[in-house]
Each structure stands twice: as C-alpha cells, then as structure tokens.
C-alpha cells in the first residue's frame, strides 16, 4: 500500500488536465488527458463526495472547479483524484520521488509559477464539461494548477466601488437640483426687487409731483395736487393789512402754510375786491378794512374766498419800519426807483434805486412797499408789498421763540385773536420755509367789477387756499361806466377804485374828448338818487346829474371831465 501510494506521488508532477481557453467570464477551460493506466485511489470517493462529487458524472468528467479542488480523474467507477497526490500519474517519475502534495515540483521543472486564476466580480457559473482527446505521452505535460479560495469573490458581497457611484449619482443630483432651486430663488428676489425698486421709483416721483418739486411742472399744477387733494390739505392763514399811515390807503395780503405739502403762499389781494358788508350791502376790500375793521373784513374774505381765516395782524408802516431793522435789513430785487419823501428839492438822489439785489433798511422798504408811481394801477404798489414781505419772512429767525422775541418787541397786534406767541411760531415756520426757497407769492386775479374770474377761481382759489369761490351779487349794485376826458389816463385807475370802494359796480367806457366839466347821467327816474350818490362818491358837484341816454349795460354813466380831482385811494 505504500508502494503504490510513493508511486502514486512520484507520478503526481504529470498534470492530467490541459488548458484549452478561457470562458466568457476570462475563467481557464480545461480538457482532461487520457492516461493508460487508472489507479485506485480508495480516498478519491471520499473527497469527491466531499467537494462536489456528481454520481452522475461517470462518463463525462469535470474539470477543477473554481475552488481549485476538481473532481480528478476517473478511477474504476469513480475516477481517482487524489487531492494528496498519492495515487501514481501517467508519464510521472519512478517511485521514490519526493512527496509533492502541491505540485510544487512540477512547476519547479518548468521554471513556471501556477497561475492565480482572475477574481471574478460575480459568483461563480457553471463551466461546461469538455471531453479532450487522449494526452500525447510524448508531450511534456503542463503541470499542476492549484486554485485557493481567497483567490475569489462573491457576488453577495458588498461592492464598494458600486456604492461609491451611487452616492456620487445622489450626491450630483442633489447637487444639481440645490443650483436650480438657488436660481429659481436668486430669479424670484430679482423680480421682487425690480417690483420694489418700481414701486419707490413712482412713489418717489409722486412724492415730487405732490410737493411741487418736480422740474418741468407749474407751481399749481405740480404743488398743490388735484382739487380733491387740495381741499384735504392742512392749512393754517392768517390776513396781513399794511396801514399806510402817512400817504394813507391800505394794502392786504395771506399768508399761508400749507402743512401738507410744506409750501407757503402769500396771496396779495387787489382793494378792488368785491365783498358783502355786515349790513349785506356790496363794498370793497379797502372800504371794508376802514370801515368794518378786521372782524368784519375777516369774515367778508371767508365768505368770498371760502377759506378759514384764523387771525389778523395789523401792520402800520411805522411797525413795519421797525420789523425791518430788527431783523438786520433785507434784499429784494427792485422795479423802480423810489424817491425820498423827506427831500426838499426835486433832482436829489433816490431813496430806492432799481436793480436786483438792493438792501433795503427799515424806512427804505416802507417807502418801497408803498410807492405807486403816476398813471400805475393799486397792483403794482401791492406788488412791491409782497416782495417786502417775502424779504422779511426770509430774514426772521425759524426759531419760534426768537421769532415770538421779535413780534413782542414790536408791541403791535390789535387783534385778539391772534397772540404774540401764535404770530411768532407762524412767522418762523413760514420763514423756515422762505429760507428753502418753498415760498411764493400769488396775485389774485380780480374783474374790474371787482368780482373774481374764472382763473382766480381754478387756481388761486381752489388750489392755494382750498376754497370755493363765491363773489358777491353784483347784479343788485349800481353799475356806473366811466368815460375819462380829463386828459389823465391814471383818472379812470382812480375813479374805479373810488366807485368799487363805494359799493358800485365800475365798467369802463374808454378815453373820450378832453372837455372841462364832468357829467353823471341817469336814463330811469329810479336811477336819480344813484345818479346823485355816484357825483357825491366821486367828489363831482350836485349840479353834474342829469337825465338823458346812456348805455343799455349801465345804471349810470359818467364822463369825467378836467374839474375831477381824484382823491388818494
């Protein structure tokens, strides 16, 4: 028995099986190589039985498996591998050889390594079963391929490589979804700052419209708003009357703050003026302030203009003189020269020169904001009061209490309702105003009739004051038509601000043919007694009124002549 088991191991370097290709998994194919002589291997059933044995298999025999074990070659019934290498191989050397259970030696002969069969990445499949043709015995034979199990993988087993391809998939669609959701909301904050950006633009340009800052724009169209808007401003006016007190007559202007739209407007009212009397007959401004005083011409001017009138301030010239100096003189740009009332020969120099930017002391600007040069309607004059008043408002301090100081130093309000202290914090907003350049002066535009026109009431009227204009019923006053033949073109100036004071209704008829003595005609015995009241208001003698033909739109006419010596108005 150890006879043949030596032999069996001598004969264990021939390699009974021979390469012939690779399969479609690159796994080495072999063919099993006839021998003469089978042995008995009395251990092959057992590890055929052990490692893969196939009782079916008798016939066709398997090549080594991938384990590297095989089933070996037939011997009797049932092959006769022989995993130890006992049983003797065809064409191996002669007994005694060494023991080689790894066909060690075999390779050793070649001056070959065995070959390490390719890992596969999936489990191992079945490899079909060949039948080679008988083994040349001349032929050296290849010697034996040994396979171990560490050799292999299995599928069952984690693949790293497969995980690491499926976290960077995840992690580059993450990724890639994370880009569009940033841009999807980079996208969204663009269009809500355009929307933003939109909405300040036209609320900004709005803004400037409403306040009547944007260029391009006229003052009433851009300052004071649509009429709804201007009736729901805040304004707060007060009425100013400057008392000529030497040269006589009166000057009127408001001044107001609009709170709203932070401007200020200081409207100069013509003495022309229409308004109703405390007694509901029709007169003048000027008649209304020498007459009714500041009550009764405040509340006249609210009815007319529909305005809330909260105070009156009285300002004689002399007051006015000392205003100016208080505040250190003022600058305003002049439109005639004014000469001195106290020269004593004409040719001496002016008072007031004519230019822009003329500093004006106390008695300079009384003497400005009161001269009415030869042949010059009242509005001139009132004219030059408003510019003096826009150079004060521009020199008095914006502190109310510095600007209450100043008023209280001048020791003149003679209208109760209006205290130091409310005409002082008044006067320093609006010159915080004036200072910005936010405050203008309007002209009141009147009739001759002394009635208000369509342009008073659109824009002064409406936008300045937020009113509604509402002129008196001229048609229940005596309308007169002058004609002037006197030779003095200032004579009919004159002459309709005299009649407008007296509550008549003026018209003018013209410039007729010099002649010596006025006559006052009335054409209706109902006119008489108007007729009479209209010579004695112009200072015309009794025996002017006369009856005859006259114009149809009149009650009465009158023709002045070279005896008509107007009086100051």
Same mark, same amino acid.
């Given at each position: #028995?150890?006879?043949?088991?030596?032999?069996?191991?001598?004969?264990?370097?021939?390699?009974?099986?021979?390469?012939?290709?690779?399969?479609?998994?690159?796994?080495?194919?072999?063919?099993?190589?006839?021998?003469?002589?089978?042995?008995?291997?009395?251990?092959?059933?057992?590890?055929?039985?052990?490692?893969?044995?196939?009782?079916?298999?008798?016939?066709?025999?398997?090549?080594?498996?991938?384990?590297?074990?095989?089933?070996?070659?037939?011997?009797?019934?049932?092959?006769?591998?022989?995993?130890?290498?006992?049983? $003797?191989?065809?064409?191996?050397?002669?007994?005694?050889? $060494?023991?080689?259970?790894?066909?060690?030696?075999?390779? =050793?002969?070649?001056?070959?390594?065995?070959?390490?069969?390719?890992?596969? &990445?999936?489990?191992?499949?079945?490899?079909?079963?060949?039948?080679?043709?008988?083994?040349?015995?001349?032929?050296?034979?290849?010697?034996?391929?040994?396979?171990?199990?560490?050799?292999?993988?299995?599928?069952?087993?984690?693949?790293?490589?497969?995980?690491?391809?499926?976290?960077?998939?995840?992690?580059?669609?993450? %990724?890639?979804?994370?880009?569009?959701?940033?841009?999807?909301?980079?996208?969204?904050?663009?269009?809500?700052?355009?929307?933003?950006? !939109?909405?300040?633009?036209?609320?900004?340009?709005?803004?400037?419209?409403? !306040?009547?800052?944007?260029?391009?724009?006229?003052?009433?169209?851009?300052?004071?708003?649509?009429?709804?808007?201007?009736?729901?401003?805040?304004?707060?006016?007060?009425?100013?009357?400057?008392?000529?007190?030497?040269?006589?007559?009166?000057?009127?202007?408001?001044?107001?703050?609009?709170?709203?739209?932070?401007?200020?407007?200081?409207?100069?009212?013509?003495?022309?003026?229409?308004?109703?009397?405390?007694?509901?007959?029709?007169? &003048?401004?000027?008649?209304?302030?020498?007459?009714?005083?500041?009550?009764?011409? %405040?509340?006249?001017?609210?009815?007319?203009? =529909?305005?809330?009138?909260?105070?009156?301030?009285?300002?004689?010239?002399?007051?006015?003189?000392?205003?100016?100096?208080?505040?250190?003189?003022?600058?305003?740009?002049?439109?005639?020269?004014?000469?001195?009332?106290?020269?004593?020969?004409?040719?001496?120099? $002016?008072?007031?020169?004519?230019?822009?930017?003329? &500093?004006?002391?106390?008695?300079?600007?009384?003497?400005?904001?009161?001269?009415?040069?030869?042949?010059?309607?009242?509005?001139?004059?009132?004219?030059?009061?408003?510019?003096?008043?826009?150079?004060?408002?521009?020199? #008095?301090? /914006?502190?109310?209490?510095?600007?209450?100081?100043?008023?209280?130093?001048?020791?003149?309000?003679?209208?109760?309702?209006?205290?130091?202290?409310?005409?002082?914090?008044?006067? !320093?907003?609006?010159?915080?105003?004036?200072?910005?350049?936010?405050?203008? &002066?309007?002209?009141?535009?009147?009739?001759?009739?002394?009635?208000?026109?369509?342009?008073?009431?659109?824009?002064?009227?409406?936008?300045?004051?937020?009113?509604?204009?509402?002129?008196?019923? %001229?048609?229940?006053?005596? /309308?007169?038509?002058?004609? @002037?033949?006197?030779?003095?073109?200032? @004579?009919?100036?004159?002459?309709?601000?005299?009649?407008? @004071?007296?509550?008549?209704?003026?018209?003018?008829?013209?410039?007729?043919?010099? %002649?010596?003595?006025?006559?006052?005609?009335?054409?209706?015995?109902?006119?008489?007694?108007?007729?009479?009241?209209?010579?004695?208001?112009?200072?015309?003698?009794?025996?002017?009124?006369?009856?005859?033909?006259?114009?149809?739109?009149?009650?009465?006419?009158?023709?002045?002549?070279?005896?008509?010596?107007?009086?100051?108005?």
């Amino acid at each position: #028995m150890n006879d043949r088991y030596d032999a069996g191991a001598a004969d264990h370097g021939a390699d009974p099986y021979e390469l012939v290709g690779y399969d479609e998994y690159g796994r080495p194919v072999y063919r099993q190589v006839q021998t003469q002589q089978q042995t008995y291997d009395p251990y092959a059933q057992q590890y055929q039985q052990g490692y893969g044995y196939d009782p079916y298999a008798q016939t066709a025999q398997q090549p080594p498996s991938a384990y590297g074990y095989g089933t070996g070659e037939p011997a009797s019934d049932y092959g006769s591998y022989d995993p130890y290498g006992t049983a $003797p191989q065809q064409g191996g050397p002669a007994q005694g050889a $060494p023991h080689d259970p790894y066909g060690q030696a075999a390779a =050793g002969a070649t001056g070959r390594q065995p070959r390490v069969a390719e890992q596969p &990445t999936q489990q191992t499949a079945h490899i079909p079963q060949q039948a080679g043709p008988v083994h040349d015995r001349d032929t050296p034979a290849e010697p034996q391929r040994e396979y171990h199990t560490e050799q292999f993988a299995f599928v069952e087993e984690p693949d790293a490589n497969s995980e690491d391809v499926i976290d960077w998939l995840k992690f580059t669609e993450n %990724r890639t979804e994370r880009r569009e959701e940033a841009r999807r909301r980079a996208r969204s904050r663009i269009v809500a700052l355009t929307v933003v950006l !939109a909405l300040v633009a036209a609320g900004g340009v709005g803004w400037l419209w409403y !306040a009547g800052k944007l260029p391009g724009l006229s003052s009433e169209d851009s300052k004071e708003g649509t009429a709804t808007a201007a009736g729901a401003q805040k304004r707060d006016v007060i009425v100013v009357h400057l008392h000529d007190t030497k040269g006589g007559g009166t000057s009127t202007a408001l001044l107001v703050d609009n709170t709203t739209t932070e401007r200020g407007t200081t409207v100069l009212l013509p003495n022309s003026l229409a308004l109703t009397s405390d007694d509901g007959t029709t007169t &003048t401004l000027a008649k209304s302030v020498e007459d009714d005083g500041s009550d009764g011409t %405040r509340d006249a001017l609210d009815t007319v203009l =529909g305005t809330d009138i909260e105070g009156t301030w009285r300002l004689d010239t002399p007051y006015l003189q000392n205003l100016v100096d208080l505040v250190g003189n003022i600058d305003v740009d002049t439109d005639a020269e004014v000469p001195d009332p106290a020269a004593k020969k004409k040719g001496e120099a $002016p008072l007031v020169n004519k230019g822009r930017d003329q &500093t004006l002391s106390g008695k300079m600007a009384v003497a400005y904001a009161t001269y009415r040069a030869p042949g010059e309607a009242q509005n001139a004059q009132l004219e030059r009061f408003g510019q003096v008043m826009q150079g004060v408002l521009r020199k #008095m301090s /914006s502190d109310p209490q510095a600007a209450t100081t100043t008023i209280q130093t001048l020791a003149q309000i003679l209208d109760p309702s209006l205290t130091d202290k409310d005409l002082g914090t008044f006067l !320093a907003g609006l010159s915080d105003l004036a200072k910005g350049g936010d405050v203008k &002066t309007d002209l009141l535009p009147v009739r001759n009739d002394g009635t208000l026109s369509a342009q008073a009431s659109a824009g002064v009227v409406k936008n300045v004051l937020g009113g509604t204009a509402k002129s008196p019923d %001229r048609d229940a006053a005596v /309308s007169v038509s002058v004609q @002037n033949a006197t030779g003095v073109k200032d @004579n009919t100036e004159k002459a309709r601000v005299v009649l407008l @004071n007296g509550g008549f209704t003026f018209l003018e008829s013209g410039t007729g043919t010099a %002649r010596a003595t006025s006559e006052v005609v009335y054409a209706d015995a109902a006119d008489k007694a108007n007729a009479a009241e209209v010579a004695k208001t112009l200072g015309l003698p009794a025996g002017s009124v006369t009856k005859g033909k006259i114009s149809a739109s009149a009650d009465v006419f009158v023709v002045l002549g070279q005896d008509y010596k107007p009086s100051a108005g």
